[in-house]
């Protein structure tokens, strides 16, 4: 929450500081529309840029005991998917190695993400803690399996679940990324329309002037 509030206060303040600007030059440059819309945005980005960079160093600036925590899930989480990594070069099922390569590479971009926003280790935990340890024991053992000389109709059962509920893993495996990416979605889509409409009512405002020279 605290994330999705600073990013509208960040968005709200370079947009004002970006209409500012642009009226400003607008009116230093003799009524020409685009220096003035050229500097409005460059101050808009700019000024979004050294508050985002502020509000990193503000979420780093966590207590020592959590920055700990957090390095120590996701090391764990890290060592599982090196074991998944060495697992799936001794598959022998083109699908299993598909779904497998789909999986390692969904679970590396969770970690990844959580690493750049630790805060988002909360809607990861789960997952990490139990889906995937068990996720990588499984393939394990369907490798060690699946590459025994011999195969009894248990063991073929065994192997063919295996296949479905590691897909389904998977699917839920994407589904837990979009999860951690939500808030950078929304932040982006927020920024994307907050831009949109500072462009319709800078070009409004630089626009008018022009219509009252003109009469």
Do not use: C
């Given at each position: 929450?605290?994330?999705?509030?600073?990013t509208?206060w960040?968005?709200?303040?370079?947009?004002?500081?970006?209409?500012?600007?642009?009226?400003?030059?607008?009116?230093?440059?003799?009524?020409?529309?685009?220096?003035?819309?050229?500097?409005?945005?460059?101050?808009?980005?700019?000024?979004?840029?050294?508050?985002?960079?502020?509000?990193?160093?503000?979420?780093?600036?966590?207590?020592?005991?959590?920055?700990?925590?957090?390095?120590?899930?996701?090391?764990?989480?890290?060592?599982?998917?090196?074991?998944?990594?060495?697992?799936?070069?001794?598959?022998?099922?083109?699908?299993?190695?598909?779904?497998?390569?789909?999986?390692?590479?969904?679970?590396d971009?969770?970690?990844?993400?959580?690493?750049?926003?630790?805060?988002?280790?909360?809607?990861?935990?789960?997952?990490?803690?139990?889906?995937w340890?068990?996720?990588?024991?499984?393939?394990?053992?369907?490798?060690?399996?699946?590459?025994?000389?011999?195969?009894?109709?248990?063991?073929?059962?065994?192997?063919?679940?295996?296949?479905?509920?590691?897909?389904?893993?998977?699917?839920?495996?994407?589904?837990?990324?979009?999860?951690?990416?939500?808030?950078?979605?929304?932040?982006?889509?927020?920024?994307?329309?907050?831009?949109?409409?500072?462009?319709?009512?800078?070009?409004?405002?630089?626009?008018?002037?022009?219509?009252?020279?003109?009469?």
């Open positions: 929450m605290k994330q999705l509030l600073r509208i960040r968005w709200f303040v370079s947009w004002n500081v970006g209409i500012i600007v642009a009226v400003t030059v607008f009116i230093a440059a003799d009524f020409h529309v685009l220096p003035s819309l050229l500097s409005g945005m460059g101050a808009m980005w700019g000024v979004s840029a050294v508050m985002k960079r502020r509000h990193r160093r503000l979420a780093a600036d966590v207590p020592t005991e959590e920055q700990a925590y957090v390095r120590s899930q996701l090391g764990e989480a890290r060592a599982l998917w090196k074991r998944l990594r060495r697992a799936r070069y001794r598959l022998r099922s083109v699908a299993m190695w598909q779904t497998v390569s789909r999986l390692s590479a969904i679970v971009r969770i970690i990844r993400a959580v690493e750049q926003q630790p805060h988002q280790l909360r809607l990861a935990q789960p997952f990490f803690l139990n889906e340890p068990t996720a990588v024991e499984m393939v394990e053992k369907y490798v060690y399996l699946s590459q025994q000389p011999v195969q009894n109709a248990e063991m073929a059962a065994a192997l063919q679940q295996t296949e479905r509920l590691l897909g389904e893993l998977t699917e839920a495996a994407e589904r837990q990324l979009l999860e951690v990416l939500s808030n950078d979605v929304w932040s982006l889509h927020t920024g994307a329309k907050m831009l949109e409409q500072s462009l319709h009512q800078s070009s409004a405002r630089l626009h008018l002037p022009l219509s009252k020279k003109g009469e």
